[in-house]
């Protein structure tokens, strides 16, 4: 990985350039008030960014953030389950990026209380199935996170068969709202695999 903090506050990248790594250009562990914004990261063997903070037993936010960036051609080594941007804890949020070109999804997300806004998401999720460009499953717990106008566009399979989505709430995903987002030329828009209390309005 190129750069890690742990344990710490308020540590801003702003107008940095990450790439060719063998792991991932960022992560950021258990903090607060910390992130990234106007910069480029592109070409890292694994993913992109890790947002790790809050406390989920209180929903106290953490505030980390991912803005106003470029995250490119990610996950050139290990082809699946490395993200652009992975957020987990409570209250991370991802605004404004442009994101593309990988073999599998861009955003994943566990955790509370997050904010995925006005990203341009497309050409991903290019070599696997059952699989979306924004995902989260597996924890009835997770929720209160809000997905809304973000542009996703040509995110379709070129094998027939396989199945890609945009946006993918899978087995057990509760609590989550995708609200006023655009899709154009994807697979599946948005597709619940089970859960309850979703609210889709797109």
Known sequence: ????????????????????????????ENSNNCGVRNSLMEDNGEGGVLLDGGDRQTLRAANNFVENSVIRRFSRLMKTSRFAVELTGVGQRVVNNKISNAPHTAIFFSGNDHLISKNEIFNVVTETSDAGAIYIG???????????????HDIRSPVPGREVKGIYLDDQASGITVRGNLFVRVQQPVFIGGGRDNIVDS
């Open 1 to 28: 990985d190129a750069i890690v903090v742990g344990n710490s506050s308020d540590v801003v990248f702003d107008n940095v350039t990450i790439r060719f790594t063998g792991n991932r250009a960022l992560l950021i």
């Open 138 to 152: 597996r924890d009835y717990t997770a929720r209160g996170t809000l997905i809304e106008k973000n542009y996703l």
